[in-house]
């Protein structure tokens, strides 16, 4: 969850499925960049990652409504009901037949 803001806009999986530099090999990225350095006064400030962002990918983040606060960035562990990590859940999402990171030999 995005509160302050320290998230990493490239490597944090903040707005969906999956980190927006994940895909991006070809790309060259622009620095690590925070959240919080492409927010002013809750409007999106783009212009240093715009060269990086597909269209669709810069449409998804205006619309996108994320109120800057005082607060710590949370990560959620998404496979968790409670978004908390554990190991049994870990162990679970490694055992779903979809899982790529697990080699079924």
Do not use: Y
């Not at 990493?8 to 925070?34: M, R, T, Y």
């Not at 492409?38 to 962002?53: G, I, N, P, S, Y």
């Not at 109120?67 to 779903?96: N, Y």
């Amino acid at each position: 969850l995005v509160r302050e803001g320290s998230s990493s806009f490239w490597h944090d999986n903040w707005l969906g499925p999956g980190p927006l530099g994940a895909h991006k090999e070809q790309v060259p990225l622009p620095a690590d960049i925070c959240i919080c350095n492409l927010l002013r006064d809750d409007t999106w400030k783009l212009d240093q990652v715009q060269e990086a962002l597909t269209h669709e990918e810069r449409m998804q983040i205006q619309r996108s409504q994320i109120h800057l606060s005082l607060s710590s960035d949370v990560m959620v562990w998404c496979p968790a009901a409670d978004g908390h990590f554990k190991i049994t859940s870990a162990m679970e999402k490694l055992r779903q037949p979809s899982n790529s990171m697990v080699s079924r030999r």
